[in-house]
């Protein structure tokens, strides 16, 4: 499949950006019904081959996530640890958080408090993590 149809099939879904080789990827619904989860699934693995397997998914507008879409995390997940890469995932809420944590779950994912504490967890920013962790401390944005 070409980038530009990659593309395509991931705007359905997300708004998305490229930085130093990584898609970024930001829901756009609150909502993710299961018949949309093959599709997505689809999107998120055309995303993780174009960029070898490094993806970061912002679910902040998401309301909840269903069983459906968790196991399609999952799946996406293992493809991107295949290609040598990771998921990482930003955004969530503390109840899904809490259901991920209840149910076991929380370990097969890389969960971010942020994009750029994504890029930094793949040594991908200039800030390390321990001067981001500092500035979350203290509400302020570090360089």
């Known amino acids: 499949m070409t980038m530009a149809a990659a593309q395509e099939g991931v705007g ?3 708004d998305s950006a490229t930085k130093w080789g990584v ?4 829901m756009k619904d609150q909502e993710v019904r299961e ?5 997505l699934r689809r999107a998120l693995v055309e995303a993780a081959e174009a960029h070898e397997g490094r993806v970061i998914l912002n679910v902040a ?3 909840s996530l269903n069983c459906s879409w968790i196991n399609t995390l999952i799946a996406v997940s293992t493809k991107c640890v295949s290609k040598g890469g990771g998921l990482f995932i930003t ?3 503390p109840q899904t958080l809490g259901v ?4 076991g779950l929380l370990s097969r994912f890389n969960i971010a408090q ?11 920013t200039g800030t390390s993590t321990w001067r981001m ?3 979350g401390l203290f509400k302020r944005k570090v360089a």
């Open 133 to 135: 962790a500092l500035g």
């Open 91 to 93: 955004g969530l809420s």
């Open 35 to 39: 018949h949309h989860t093959e599709r």
């Open 23 to 26: 898609a970024l990827l930001y």
């Open 12 to 14: 359905d879904f997300f």
């Open 114 to 124: 942020s994009t750029e504490h994504a890029l930094a967890s793949m040594g991908l």
């Open 100 to 103: 991920l944590r209840a149910t």
């Open 61 to 63: 507008a998401l309301a």
